[in-house]
């Protein structure tokens, strides 16, 4: 059984930096695509960041492109979402997710098998 745990969030003054992680359980990452969502109250979950297994390829949403870094850590099965100079509008539960498709639809939620529970991030003006 996969089970995806994140961990990280917190609130945070504009400017302001977190980390977020998601460990795998039951499942490596190998062959896998692994992504970052948000949600924020009354909006649709998006697409913030994905990687592809060994970090060869990485994807990033134009809102965090240049704030937001995914990175991943194989002998930890963990992947990490730096978020840096963070804005009011970052404000959502992240969550991480995982599919078996490749990372070719990295945006589109519907793509994705497994999910986290999320992890709250608040930032504030």
């Known amino acids: 059984q996969v089970q995806l745990v994140e961990s990280g969030g917190g609130s945070v003054q504009a400017g302001g930096s977190l980390r977020l992680s998601c460990a795998a359980f039951?499942?490596?990452?190998?062959?896998?695509?692994m992504g970052w969502f948000r949600q924020a109250p009354g909006k649709e979950r998006e697409g913030v960041a994905a990687i592809w297994p060994g970090g060869s390829s990485t994807y990033y949403a134009d809102s965090v492109k240049g704030r937001f870094t995914i990175s991943q850590d194989n002998a930890k099965n963990t992947v990490y979402l730096q978020m840096n100079t963070l804005k009011p509008e970052d404000t959502a539960m992240y969550y991480c997710?995982?599919?078996?498709?490749?990372?070719?639809?990295?945006?589109?939620?519907?793509?994705?098998?497994?999910w986290g529970q999320g992890t709250q991030v608040t930032v504030s003006s």
């Open positions: 039951g499942y490596t990452y190998s062959g896998t695509c």
């Open positions: 997710a995982l599919t078996f498709r490749g990372c070719g639809d990295w945006g589109r939620p519907e793509m994705y098998n497994y």
